[in-house]
């Protein structure tokens, strides 16, 4: 299989090509930076610069692929506007979708998150759980959800949703710093 993976240079998004590559898929990675994606390189992935803003440069690199894994995204960066964020976690969302129904692919997955969920009033709760975003990241997450479930209705393109929790292991820059800090007794862990 052919696929097509944006967010390649954060830590989900590599960690998925490499799965991908390892498995035996052919991968494709779509970066903003090239030169931060030399990992990826090295492992035999396909490295193509390309924006979620900027339609061409994705159109481009869905051309050829059987499937898109839909990654890329804006978490929670200081000093951005609201409009940016919009722009990559949601207005991206039908574009990637439009893009790949011109380029004959027909599943697009993407990467929203738990956090949609807010505080869960009665857990375990399931996708079906009420919307409950709390900041600029999980509201701009939803919206996404919403417009790439429009565009898949439209296009026909099969639109998979997945909703992570907190994704961690080897190489995690984030997280490791947190339970390093909780296991030296810098951080309280409660709950």
Same mark, same amino acid.
Not at 14 to 41: C, E, I, M, N
Not at 81 to 99: G, H, L, Q, T
Not at 133 to 146: S, W
């Given at each position: 299989?052919?696929?097509?993976?944006?967010?390649?240079?954060?830590?989900?998004?590599?960690?998925?090509?490499?799965?991908?590559?390892?498995?035996?898929?052919?991968?494709?990675?779509?970066?903003?930076?090239?030169?931060?994606?030399?990992?990826?390189? =090295?492992?035999?992935?396909?490295? +193509?610069?390309? #924006?979620?803003?900027?339609?061409?440069?994705?159109? %481009?690199?869905? *051309? $050829? &692929?059987?499937?898109?894994?839909?990654?890329?995204?804006?978490?929670?960066?200081?000093?951005?506007? =609201?409009?940016?964020?919009?722009? +990559?976690?949601? #207005?991206?969302?039908?574009?990637?979708?439009?893009? %790949?129904?011109? *380029? $004959? &692919?027909?599943?697009?997955?993407?990467?929203?998150?738990?956090?949609?969920?807010?505080?869960?009033?009665?857990?375990?709760?399931?996708?079906?759980?009420?919307?409950?975003?709390?900041?600029?990241?999980?509201?701009?997450?939803?919206? $996404?959800?919403?417009?790439?479930?429009?565009?898949?209705?439209?296009?026909?393109?099969?639109?998979?949703?997945?909703?992570?929790?907190?994704?961690?292991?080897?190489?995690?820059?984030?997280?490791?710093?947190?339970?390093?800090?909780?296991?030296?007794?810098?951080?309280?862990?409660?709950?």
């Amino acid at each position: 299989m052919k696929a097509l993976v944006t967010g390649a240079t954060g830590f989900t998004g590599g960690q998925l090509a490499l799965r991908l590559q390892k498995q035996g898929d052919q991968v494709r990675a779509v970066v903003r930076d090239p030169a931060k994606a030399s990992a990826l390189a =090295a492992a035999g992935i396909d490295v +193509v610069k390309g #924006d979620l803003t900027d339609r061409a440069s994705i159109a %481009a690199a869905i *051309a $050829g &692929v059987d499937v898109v894994y839909n990654i890329g995204a804006l978490y929670r960066t200081a000093g951005l506007k =609201a409009s940016v964020y919009r722009a +990559v976690n949601a #207005d991206a969302v039908p574009m990637i979708i439009e893009c %790949a129904k011109a *380029a $004959g &692919v027909r599943r697009v997955v993407h990467c929203s998150t738990v956090g949609v969920h807010g505080d869960v009033e009665h857990p375990p709760a399931n996708e079906d759980a009420p919307l409950r975003p709390g900041d600029i990241y999980q509201e701009t997450k939803v919206l $996404g959800e919403q417009l790439g479930r429009e565009a898949s209705a439209k296009t026909g393109v099969e639109l998979v949703i997945a909703r992570p929790s907190g994704i961690y292991g080897p190489g995690d820059r984030r997280l490791f710093k947190l339970f390093g800090g909780v296991a030296k007794g810098r951080f309280l862990l409660l709950g």
